[in-house]
């Protein structure tokens, strides 16, 4: 990856407001269901002003942007990110990891509540989105916690959070293990519209345990964890949901079991929904060959029959959003032996050229995958984003869907670099990144 003499990041709030045209790029926006070649206006407030005939719009004073060969498409929604901060900087800062995902083409990002504190009070909220308000990057949704502390003893306060700004809960990181709690969450979080995301784990069937549970586990002397680990939570929580109502979101689904769960209970009305990880359809469990610190994470990466169940889940919508689990840690966490070191990878700049590989295959067309990075996660958090909508907030991606580059790690935005990615050929740039209308990255060529 280029290093910041090539590219360039800028907050937004330093940027005189403005027109900007566009021009002549192909705009997805699934949304809308449009496509075609076009100029993009936004106008001086950061809205969307309008879609024109590619070529046709007067540029005037306007910023003027060219995207021919390129596509246009709404920013890209994260709705599973670990900013670490409060209480964990080493790692990672909102600032940091606002940087990190505009450079990927993400323009709104949901932070899970695994900080120190940990986000279960109004105050955490508040911090959090002062935090990102004077980074001037990304936008910034909190996650709230189910319980507090990340216990898993007593709910926490769901409705001071929703007051000062959440958009769903979770104790991500953790699962909720009492069934009665989860049940009690899922009843109060309709007061609210709340989505809950849960972390599928049976810490009885994963405790101890590494990487999957497998022929590679077995040969490297490693402990697995089995796939029932991840779907017996998901059988629990989808039948706890048809008993309560609510939304439930399962985050990071990893294994063909689960999908099939998750497909079914959406065919009986469920409101159930689901994201995958880009390294959970790109890598299996061989590539934690070597004791490669890097490869290891929660969910782990499965058997290759698992990777092709999430793609198919991606292809015919069962799974409904593309979603990173950007999760930085400090490099003397993974350098150390392989039981020791922590779970989880940086994702917000590999997202896109990743999700690209899937579109190649022929695994989903464009406006699928655009869809998933995009307005599925939007919806599923109720936010104003994810569409190029006349008079939405104009928060852009433009990428390169064919440029090539490598991969540095040590050239990563985030704060922290612990990617089993390093050095691998990409397909897929962005280029420029708008964030209510304001260029926050730029691609220098």
């Given at each position: 990856m280029s290093s910041d003499k090539s590219s360039r990041c800028e907050r937004g709030s330093e940027r005189s407001a403005r027109k900007t045209v566009i021009s002549k790029g192909r705009v997805v926006d699934p949304a809308s269901d449009f496509d075609e070649i076009a100029d993009l206006l936004v106008d001086e407030d950061g809205l969307i002003e309008?879609?024109?005939?590619?070529?046709?719009?007067?540029?005037?004073?306007?910023?003027?942007?060219?995207?021919?060969?390129?596509?246009?498409?709404?920013?890209?929604?994260?709705?599973?990110?670990?900013?670490?901060?409060?209480?964990q900087e080493y790692k990672e800062t909102i600032a940091s990891g606002a940087k990190s995902a505009v450079s990927g083409g993400v323009t709104s990002l949901a932070c899970m509540a695994n900080t120190d504190p940990v986000n279960d009070s109004a105050a955490v909220t508040r911090y959090i989105i002062e935090k990102a308000q004077e980074a001037g990057l990304a936008n910034v949704f909190p996650i709230g916690a189910v319980s507090v502390g990340l216990r898993g003893e007593r709910m926490a306060e769901f409705g001071e959070m929703y007051e000062a700004g959440i958009v769903a809960v979770s104790d991500d990181g953790m699962p909720v293990a009492d069934?009665?709690?989860?049940?009690?969450?899922?009843?109060?979080?309709?007061?609210?519209?709340?989505?809950?995301?849960?972390?599928?784990?049976?810490?009885?069937?994963?405790?101890?345990?590494?990487?999957?549970?497998?022929?590679?586990?077995?040969?490297?002397?490693?402990?697995?964890?089995?796939?029932?680990?991840?779907?017996?939570?998901v059988a629990r929580d989808i039948e706890l949901l048809r008993a309560a109502g609510g939304k439930l979101h399962i985050a990071h689904i990893s294994c063909a079991e689960a999908v099939e769960m998750v497909r079914v209970a959406k065919r009986q009305g469920l409101a159930v929904t689901a994201e995958a990880a880009p390294h959970h359809f790109t890598l299996d469990e061989r590539a934690v060959e070597g004791y490669n610190t890097n490869a290891k994470m929660k969910p782990p990466?499965?058997?290759?029959?698992?990777?092709?169940?999430?793609?198919?889940?991606?292809?015919?919508?069962?799974?409904?959003?593309?979603?990173?689990?950007?999760a930085p840690h400090h490099r003397d966490e993974k350098a150390c032996e392989f039981d020791c070191a922590a779970f989880g990878i940086v994702g917000l700049e590999t997202m896109l050229p990743l999700s690209l590989e899937l579109l190649r295959k022929g695994v989903f067309p464009l406006s699928r995958m655009i869809d998933a990075m995009s307005s599925a996660p939007a919806r599923i958090l109720g936010l104003d984003r994810g569409s190029l909508a006349v008079g939405r907030p104009a928060d852009i991606v433009v990428f390169d869907p064919d440029a090539e580059w490598t991969l540095i790690a040590s050239e990563l935005h985030s704060k922290s670099k612990n990617t089993p990615f390093d050095n691998w050929t990409m397909r897929g740039r962005v280029t420029r990144t708008l964030v209510g209308g304001r260029s926050v990255w730029e691609q220098q060529v």
């Open positions: 309008a879609l024109l005939p590619g070529g046709s719009a007067e540029i005037g004073d306007a910023e003027f942007i060219d995207a021919a060969g390129q596509i246009v498409a709404p920013g890209f929604v994260d709705m599973h990110v670990h900013l670490r901060e409060p209480g069934s009665a709690l989860m049940r009690r969450a899922l009843e109060y979080s309709r007061m609210f519209s709340l989505p809950i995301i849960a972390h599928e784990e049976d810490c009885g069937l994963c405790q101890g345990a590494v990487m999957n549970e497998g022929a590679t586990s077995l040969r490297l002397g490693l402990k697995g964890m089995p796939s029932a680990g991840e779907s017996v939570m990466l499965r058997s290759p029959r698992d990777v092709e169940a999430v793609c198919e889940g991606l292809a015919d919508g069962t799974i409904d959003a593309i979603a990173t689990d950007h």
